[in-house]
């Protein structure tokens, strides 16, 4: 069974600041989906971003990017130019391709200090 | 935002008290999930749909049962209420195949007492 461990319990950040959150996952499939979701207070699920496995370019979208060591089964986050509205717990979930169920892991909560 | 509702919101119930949990969609996603959320474990997969009466268990299935008889509709029920099911419980659908990710209802907030 694929696991997904998200080392930090909590990070915390200064306003315009980066942060890096680490994700690690355990699989032997070659094709897969790695995910970052966010999830703020009000508790709504959040896609943040989206990579395939095929895919050697490390997905970005606006503030967020990931690194994705393929090799080391890695996948960080960096969010950059932290903004308050970044407070939320964030999970890193795992899908293999056409397997239509994901795995997450335990979650980082990422505190946002002005 | 993706058209998923749940209902109720939030329920308290005693324990050995029958509770169904209401999924609706609006997006015709084939596929749809049930979570359950407590703290240091992130979400797990409790069960899933991949098509109407099409059902399967997940890795927290125990005293939960699920049923979908409209593309639209996935219900969880817990037979006999729990405290160990106290939990934040979130309805997911998916496109399903390749597209690989997941949206989100907003929770339902369930406390066995």
């Known amino acids: 069974a694929q696991t997904v461990t998200q080392s930090q319990p909590e990070m915390s950040v200064q306003e315009a600041e980066t942060v890096t959150l680490s994700c690690t996952y355990d699989?032997?499939?070659?094709?897969?989906?790695l995910f970052w979701y966010k999830q703020p207070p009000s508790r709504q699920m959040i896609l943040v971003i989206r990579?395939?496995?095929?895919?050697?370019q490390n997905a970005t979208e606006n503030r967020f990017s990931v690194n994705f060591q393929k090799a080391a089964k890695s996948f960080s986050l960096k969010i950059s130019d932290s903004q308050l509205g970044d407070a939320a717990m964030y999970f890193c979930?795992?899908?293999?391709?056409?397997?239509?169920?994901?795995?997450f892991g335990g979650g980082t909560r990422v505190l946002v200090k002005p | 935002d993706a058209g998923i509702t749940q209902s109720p919101r939030h329920k308290v119930t005693e324990t050995g008290t029958p509770v169904t949990l209401r999924c609706h969609q609006t997006?015709?996603?084939?596929?749809m999930y049930w979570y359950r959320q407590d703290p240091g474990h992130g979400l797990r997969l409790i069960h899933y749909s991949y098509g109407v009466k099409d059902t399967d268990k997940g890795e927290v299935s125990d005293g939960y049962s699920v049923s979908r008889s409209k593309t639209e509709d996935f219900l969880l029920t817990l037979e006999s209420a729990t405290s160990s099911q106290t939990s934040v419980y979130f309805c997911?659908?998916?496109?399903?195949?390749?597209?690989?990710?997941?949206?989100f209802g907003p929770g339902t907030r369930l406390t066995v007492t």
């Open positions: 979930a795992y899908g293999k391709a056409a397997g239509n169920k994901l795995t």
């Open positions: 699989t032997s499939e070659s094709d897969y989906y």
């Open positions: 997911a659908i998916s496109e399903g195949g390749h597209v690989g990710e997941q949206y």
């Open positions: 990579q395939e496995a095929y895919k050697q």
């Open positions: 997006e015709n996603h084939r596929y």
